[in-house]
């Protein structure tokens, strides 16, 4: 807003706006209302120059843009011919008079300095107001504003940066986006305008780096080892410290290739990462063993995938403990090259490339404890964009985007079974099955902005239209179900399933944007932000029609609709309306903000949970015991028999999920450069994402209502969720030497078995969803970040006179301490228990839960502790043919905090050139984060915690550990 010395809008005036490193351009002209926008900026350090006829020309310094945030200069004309030059500090005004979007920015010097855990750039997002962290190494542990992990939404300059099969990235896939080619990210939780809001949840937006005028590198080294580290808490089975290595290194260069014209920065990081890992498991005795042999030999072939066991456990003759070694493998390597050119001031343009190659191996989980399995893992992720500006004129912009996306991963099972079969047993350590797949995404985006400004109004007009492919196959998986170590003995399976191989196929959908938004100057310290979205995802089909859809409702009895039908029907309606309205006060001189928004999310959820129909392509079954008596081990004899034949249902009508959010926030401008915020936000999810089973057994008959068919998977979308919050803030962007950030937020999730449009449990009852409804699984009702960055006081600059000896001035200047502290309340634990389908009357045995005890703490007597967090007294195995009625998520687990820091020690060696030390500690007071207890009442481990929250060696939830790095800059 320019105005002149009263206060009055001031039309006509010229403004001029260079890039100062990189010689760019723009040119401004502000409106009869004194308003002026530059749409899409370039992130950077500009010089504003303000000229009108009459007036002071007015100079403004240091003016830092970032990215997606409307970055609000005032300007006040004055009347002279003198210059008027005015230095802006820090990023200048912390809030964003545009939308009432609830976000953050990360700030430049918290990617820098934070202590990361594996130098992964989404475990920043955990700071953001909103976000609970569940303990783990990479962003799919982080959700925002209780919705579901596929509801969120990563973009690379704008470009689609998902693993397309969902959204997150694989967990061992931490570069992705190298850290050092990262200028700027910030991460918004909810209310989104209709420019940036594609999805219900966050919205992660990273922008790269670019070259300037002067030529900049690096190179650097991480390094760990466990001579430094602590033990697990848990790792008492074994009586040495498993061996650790971490190297994680890379290099950076940019500068100009034509200077003021032309400009690259090129970036490579890599991960060299071996891990030791005590395995411990749950296996028969060698008298049980032996016993079960002899009874029935045809279960040799499991009795042999299970080790030996090394250690008896107390209270059975049936159980013995393993414990064994054996090793994480994490190898990456990334590179990222961009180029930018200028034409002209009004034609620009951009080409970036991202490459990443990861392959992960490691034992594989069987539940919550491990025995020999393994699994391989690779993944290859790409991302390219070709971007273009043109200024038509000072009000008019235009952006065009083209961009590719590619997100894949290739599984490997190496199972000491050697079946394609899982094989679970009541009170063991369930085996895993041989099995091979691959799912491979890729999506291609035409993305065009379009920014026109008149008098007070700054209207956005884009398009995206996306294409998607994904190729799916696997080879045959199945499952075999004992539910106690009894019916192991007697061969009796409870249940079985078993799918043929699954040819590759290839999938398509296009997606489609459209979104128009005013932004709205009503008064000069009222704004309005009005949009409206329009999303349509359309449906996948198979390239070569051989999906087969299956749908009792839409396809009739037969259940098959035929290959090459229609997956469903589409939804053309999704149209989102997003208001916002911020008011500055003027008696209140721009130091307070309130702000009010409200709008509708839709979202395409998963779309690895839209891909059922092509299951159907080869033969799939479902057993048990109920229907198939004798249901014994091997299968392979019980298979096509009547009533055997299953399939999976999709439900062919359903709705797109969508969330409805509100919320209202005050901002206020405090001493010391801080700004503070208060905030309620709520959300309604609906249509979310349904997982359960139909054609179950019918009480009164005794039979199934399609006596063709077996126990039948189904996938919909009818589950709803509620979400509120309070939350407060407390910020300062880094200057003078100092960052602070600080975010509380209070909460509670509500949902029936999904949050979200990735997330989605099985019900103990699919005939009562009601019954399900209870705080989420990831509902932390209490999280706490707060991470600072400052400059220790003294040495030079501080003062520079205070060491006379050139040796002395050199070690004690230049220090720079990063603590970061990260806390959250306990997450709900689901208590379960183990059925045969023969003593349920609809033979469904999934998620089933105990009956309550009337009257028995959940708390064990004498408080929680590692051995025993639930108290199994509370709970009553279920003797009837009824469900348990102990409700969903009924406890909670432990909570989690730590506390992190960094010491860097940055030593010149010219005036261009320094060299950078650094020291990490993570966990620093070796908190022991344990997971979650065991929740299988039917088991002797029931209510012990077995693992902590992160068995990994990097991220959130890890023993205490020291990081070392050198970085030579310049």
């Not at 990361?116 to 962290?133: Q, Y």
């Not at 919050?725 to 960052?739: I, V």
């Not at 469900?883 to 261009?912: C, F, H, I």
Request: charged share 20%; net charge negative.
């Amino acid at each position: 807003m320019v105005r002149d010395a009263s206060g009055l809008p001031l039309p006509g005036v010229r403004i001029v706006v260079l890039e100062t490193s990189t010689g760019f351009q723009r040119e401004l002209e502000s409106t009869s209302t004194g308003s002026y926008y530059a749409a899409d900026l370039p992130i950077g350090i500009y010089r504003i120059t303000c000229t009108a006829p009459g007036f002071r020309q007015s100079i403004f310094e240091n003016v830092v843009q970032t990215v997606g945030r409307t970055r609000t200069l005032d300007i006040r004309m004055t009347i002279g011919a003198e210059i008027q030059q005015v230095k802006v500090t820090g990023a200048g005004s912390p809030f964003d008079r545009s939308s009432a979007t609830l976000g953050a920015s990360i700030d430049p010097e918290q990617v820098k300095e934070l202590p990361l855990n594996g130098r992964n750039w989404s475990t920043l997002t955990a700071l953001t107001p909103g976000a609970v962290d569940s303990g783990g190494s990479n962003q799919r542990s982080v959700r925002f504003a209780g919705r579901g992990l596929d509801d969120n939404n990563f973009t690379l300059d704008g470009i689609d940066a998902t693993n397309v099969v969902n959204q997150a990235q694989q967990p061992f896939v931490r570069l992705a986006i190298p850290l050092d080619a990262i200028e700027e990210f910030r991460t918004d939780t909810m209310i989104f305008t209709a420019e940036n809001g594609s999805t219900p949840g966050g919205q992660i937006a990273v922008a790269s780096k670019a070259g300037s005028n002067q030529f900049h590198g690096s190179v650097f080294e991480f390094i760990r080892n466990d001579v430094f580290d602590a033990r697990e808490p848990i790792d008492s089975l074994n009586p040495t410290k498993p061996a650790f290595r971490l190297n994680q290194f890379g290099a950076a260069f940019g500068g100009p290739l034509v200077h003021d014209r032309s400009f690259f920065h090129a970036n490579y990081e890599g991960i060299r990462q071996n891990l030791g890992q005590t395995l411990p498991g749950f296996v028969p005795s060698d008298t049980f063993r032996a016993e079960v042999a002899a009874k029935n030999p045809a279960l040799v072939p499991i009795l042999n995938a299970y080790p030996k066991g090394t250690l008896p456990m107390g209270g059975s003759t049936e159980i013995a403990e393993f414990v064994g070694s054996g090793h994480q493998i994490d190898n990456e390597d990334s590179a990222m090259l961009r180029l930018d050119h200028r034409f002209s001031n009004a034609d620009s343009s951009y080409l970036r490339f991202a490459f990443d190659a990861a392959r992960y191996e490691a034992p594989m989980a069987g539940g919550a404890s491990f025995l020999d399995d393994r699994q391989s893992i690779a993944s290859r992720p790409v991302n390219g964009e070709l971007e273009y500006l043109h200024v038509f004129s000072p009000r008019l912009i235009d952006e065009t985007k083209l961009g590719f996306n590619r997100g894949d991963v290739y599984t490997t099972n190496e199972s000491s079974l050697g079946l394609p079969l899982t094989v679970a047993v009541s009170g063991f350590t369930t085996l895993n099955n041989n099995q091979f797949k691959l799912g491979v995404g890729n999506t291609f985006s035409w993305i065009d902005d379009l920014t026109f400004v008149h008098a007070g109004h700054t209207l956005k007009l884009g398009v995206e239209i996306r294409r998607i492919q994904l190729n799916q196959g696997n080879t045959a998986s199945g499952t075999v179900t004992f539910t106690s170590a009894d019916n192991l003995l007697a061969n009796s399976v409870s249940s079985a399933t078993y799918a043929l191989p699954l040819p590759v196929n290839g999938l398509r959908k296009t997606q489609i944007y459209n979104y128009v938004q005013d932004q709205w100057k009503l008064r000069s310290d009222l704004t309005a932000n009005i949009g409206v979205r329009y999303s349509f995802f359309d449906l996948f089909h198979e390239v070569h029609g051989k999906a087969i859809p299956f749908d009792f409702a839409t396809c009739g009895p037969p259940g098959f609709c035929g290959a090459g039908a229609s997956f469903g029907t589409r939804n053309t309606l999704d149209f989102d309306p997003r208001i916002a309205f911020t008011w500055s006060p003027s008696p209140l001189h721009d130091k307070t903000i309130l702000r009010a928004g409200f709008g509708l999310y839709h979202g395409d959820g998963q779309l690895d949970d839209q891909n059922l129909p092509i299951s159907n392509e080869v033969g799939q079954y479902s057993l048990s015991v109920k229907t198939t008596p004798g249901l014994s081990f091997p299968i392979a004899g019980f298979l096509n028999g009547p009533g055997t034949v299953s399939a999976r249902d999709d439900d062919r009508r359903r709705k797109d999920s969508y969330a409805t959010e509100w919320g209202l926030s005050v901002q206020q401008a405090l001493p010391g450069d801080l700004a503070g915020s208060l905030a309620y936000a709520g959300s309604k999810g609906t249509y979310l994402l349904s997982t359960s089973y139909v054609n179950l057994i019918d009480r009164a008959t005794g039979e199934r209502p399609n006596s063709n068919f077996g126990q039948v998977q189904w996938r919909g979308n009818t589950n709803s969720s509620a979400y509120h919050s309070f939350s407060a803030t407390l910020k300062r962007s880094f200057s003078h030497g100092l960052l602070l950030s600080a975010n509380y937020v209070w909460s509670h999730e509500i949902d029936q078995d999904a949050a979200g449009g990735g997330d989605s449990d099985y019900p103990q009852n699919p005939a009562c969803t009601s019954c399900e409804r209870a705080s989420g699984d990831f509902d932390a009702r209490h999280v706490f970040n707060a991470n600072a960055v400052f400059d220790l006081p003294f040495g030079w600059p501080h003062s520079p006179h205070s060491f006379s000896s050139r040796i002395a001035h050199s070690a004690f200047d230049r220090w720079r301490v990063a603590p970061v502290v990260m806390a959250r309340s306990g997450l709900p634990v689901n208590v379960t228990e183990d059925r045969s389908s023969s003593t349920v009357a609809t033979g469904y045995t999934t998620n089933q839960r105990p009956d309550r005890a009337v009257g028995v703490p959940l708390t064990p007597v004498g408080g929680h502790s590692r051995g025993l967090w639930i108290n199994p007294a509370a709970f009553v195995l279920v003797a009837r043919p009824g469900y348990g009625n102990a409700p969903r998520n009924v406890a909670r687990g432990p909570g989690l905090w730590q506390a992190d820091m960094a010491l860097v020690k940055e030593v010149s060696v010219t005036d261009r050139v320094a060299v950078t030390l650094r020291g990490e500690i993570f966990n620093l007071l070796n908190r022991a984060q344990y997971g979650l207890p065991a929740v299988d009442l039917s088991t002797s481990a029931f209510g012990e915690i077995l693992n902590t929250v992160n068995t990994g060696p990097v991220g959130t939830g890890t023993p205490r550990q020291l990081q070392f790095s050198l970085r030579l800059g310049f």
